[in-house]
């Protein structure tokens, strides 16, 4: 049996896109606020960030699905474990995602002469792979947090403010720790729904590391992260207090971990800190913009 369109977009995981649309705009605001925004470049960037982010999903769901670790999952659909799509064909989709990536990455470098980033790409795609693929897979190991946080904050971030700009800035940096942070807390959510499971197919997540307790205090840190932040930059550029107007939407999944909520019930914490973050993203580039 084929999968439908539908399910291919439920397995490429869209609720999660915000994780890499975020970054690009922080990073697109960075160069704005210096006045070297580009509009192409920031798109070319947000190809790359889109299409490694759809890659290391599939490629998620297809190492997952060989080992049996979805097999007794909570959440949405895994197209491999389900049965519905084959491991060869989501392994290609993720090959492709990865193809894309590249093509728009080689675009990208041509046209601003900044060949060295060649080797950011590699390293992006090798990380994407081997996050659950590969004999010894680090997100099974407890390091999947400090992954995204790398290639979601500094990697995302200061490389789409370093192409259009030629240089880094302390506000992009400060952006880069804020998008790092809470993209590894949807992360940390995410395997917290996903801990007694992990526990049972040998998954060692750093859910399963810290427990049930230390994940839950984990997460609350990083998701303040960002308002912090937000905080300490706004006393150089005062717009960038709008970032905190992105705390309504997190605090409902706040209450929700801090309350102690398991399984089902934690699905919408990952959509509702998805979302905090794009809104900080936006409002904190339309604020260095500004400034």
């Known amino acids: 049996m084929a999968a439908t369109a539908g399910q291919w977009v439920a397995g490429a995981r869209v609720r999660t896109l915000p994780n890499?649309?975020?970054?690009?705009?922080?990073?697109?605001?960075?160069?704005?606020?210096?006045?070297?925004?580009n509009w192409w470049a920031s798109l070319l960037a947000l190809v790359v960030s889109l299409a490694l982010q759809v890659?290391?999903?599939?490629?998620?769901?297809?190492?997952?699905?060989i080992r049996g670790t979805d097999d007794t999952r909570v959440g949405p659909l895994r197209l491999v474990a389900s049965g519905v799509a084959s491991a060869s064909a989501v392994r290609l989709a993720a090959f492709v995602c990865f193809g894309v990536a590249g093509v728009a990455g080689l675009v990208l470098v041509a046209l601003t002469g900044h060949?060295?980033?060649?080797?950011?790409?590699?390293?992006?795609?090798?990380?994407?792979?081997?996050?659950?693929?590969?004999?010894?897979?680090?997100?099974?190991?407890?390091?999947?947090?400090?992954?995204?946080?790398?290639?979601?904050?500094?990697?995302?971030?200061?490389?789409?403010?370093?192409?259009?700009?030629?240089?880094l800035t302390w506000p992009g940096a400060a952006g880069a720790v804020a998008l790092g942070s809470i993209s590894a807390g949807v992360l940390v959510a995410n395997n917290l729904r996903d801990l007694p499971t992990d526990q049972t197919a040998g998954k060692i997540t750093m859910a399963v590391r810290l427990g049930d307790r230390g994940t839950r205090v984990l997460?609350?840190?990083?998701?303040?992260?960002?308002?912090?932040?937000?905080v300490l930059t706004a006393i150089a550029h005062p717009w960038l207090l709008l970032g905190l107007l992105a705390a309504v939407l997190v605090a409902p999944a706040v209450r929700t971990v801090t309350r102690g909520s398991d399984g089902m019930a934690l699905i919408p914490v990952l959509r509702d800190t998805s979302l905090a973050m794009l809104a900080w993203a936006v409002l904190t580039g339309v604020a260095l913009a500004l400034s």
């Open 20 to 37: 890499s649309v975020a970054p690009v705009i922080v990073g697109a605001g960075a160069a704005g606020a210096i006045g070297e925004f």
């Open 55 to 65: 890659g290391v999903n599939y490629a998620n769901d297809y190492s997952d699905g």
């Open 115 to 167: 060949w060295w980033l060649i080797s950011i790409g590699v390293v992006s795609v090798a990380a994407a792979w081997f996050y659950t693929g590969g004999p010894r897979p680090y997100g099974y190991a407890g390091w999947g947090e400090v992954a995204v946080f790398a290639f979601f904050g500094p990697v995302a971030v200061l490389g789409t403010l370093y192409v259009q700009a030629g240089e």
């Open 219 to 230: 997460y609350v840190a990083l998701v303040a992260i960002p308002f912090v932040v937000s």
